[in-house]
């Protein structure tokens, strides 16, 4: 059975489309930060709670434009081995200066690890040292 078009006049919302952006991707319907058009309840009961898709307003728009640019790869410099050489000699003559408290004697309230030691190292030395290059079977309790 055929319905009038002026119908359906009164149901606008029910058969219109809303714009939105994903912000994953998603089988059959599009890329993440791509703008497509579903249905207004099966955004608002699937989409929306599930944080797949935001509605397409200037603001969400610059956040997923802001997040794309945080999260995209970025370029890893290689330092040619002379200054791996430099860097090497400096540390060797280095000297490493961690305060603590002590709780008695010679332990220490908290022990020092190797995260605590690459940073350290990281302010005077221009390269950055990976924690499984740094050899230390315990963390430094004394």
Avoid: W
């Avoid at 058009?37 to 009961?45: L, S, V, Y």
């Avoid at 280095?94 to 309230?109: C, F, S, W």
């Amino acid at each position: 059975m055929l319905h009038h078009p002026l119908y359906y006049v009164n149901q606008g919302v029910r058969y219109r489309k809303l714009d939105v952006i994903l912000t994953t991707n998603i089988n059959k319907l599009g890329k993440a930060g791509e703008t497509v058009k579903i249905a207004p309840g099966h955004f608002r009961n699937y989409f929306m709670p599930k944080l797949f898709a935001v509605p397409n307003v200037d603001k969400f728009a610059y956040l997923i434009n802001e997040q794309r640019k945080f999260y995209q790869p970025k370029e890893v410099k290689v330092a040619p081995k002379t200054e791996h050489q430099k860097a090497a000699r400096r540390l060797e003559n280095a000297k490493l200066v961690l305060r603590r408290y002590i709780k008695i004697d010679t332990e220490l309230r908290l022990p020092v690890d190797k995260h605590e030691i690459i940073s350290e190292v990281c302010l005077f030395s221009p390269l950055y040292l990976e924690p499984e290059n740094l050899q230390l079977p315990s963390p430094l309790s004394t």
